[in-house]
């Protein structure tokens, strides 16, 4: 992904400061992947979790004026002003700010290596949210669970 970009530019470099608008921001879990091996979208994702609407929408605000004062606009952006999963796309690194129901339900964290993670931070993700819906569990997550109850069997 960097062969489009100036000599000097530092993928890794922007992919922390977006760990560091994270932080500043109090996103919960955050992770940030390095998948130049694995990906040829993107160098780096990074997936954290807001847990209010506000939360959300802000730091993906905080993100895109920060990748602005960088120099990098999104290639893309889904997600409007009352969704729950934001995704923006610089690139060099994709960037998903979630709501802790959706992480747990589509656990995008298990499409890359835990071995490639090369920042965990955050609060911790909060416990399901009182007056939340439980989600059903997604087919991947059905298979590993009954996979582990055999194996206890």
């Not at 602005?68 to 998903?96: F, K, T």
């Amino acid at each position: 992904m960097t062969e489009q970009l100036p000599p000097n530019f530092d993928a890794e470099a922007i992919a922390r400061h977006c760990v560091t608008v994270c932080e500043e921001r109090k996103a919960a879990d955050i992770l940030l992947f390095d998948v130049r091996e694995q990906s040829i979208l993107a160098d780096f994702y990074l997936v954290c979790s807001g847990t209010s609407l506000p939360q959300v929408r802000a730091l993906a605000e905080h993100i895109r004026l920060a990748m602005q004062e960088q120099g990098l606009a999104a290639r893309g952006l889904d997600g409007g002003h009352n969704s729950q999963w934001v995704v923006m796309d610089y690139g060099v690194i994709v960037v998903h700010i979630l709501m802790p129901e959706l992480r747990r339900y589509y656990c995008l964290e298990d499409l890359w290596d835990k071995r490639k993670i090369i920042y965990e931070g955050g609060t911790p993700l909060p416990p399901q949210r009182p007056g939340a819906t439980t989600a059903p569990l997604p087919p991947h997550q059905l298979a590993r669970r009954h996979e582990e109850r055999s194996q206890q069997e």
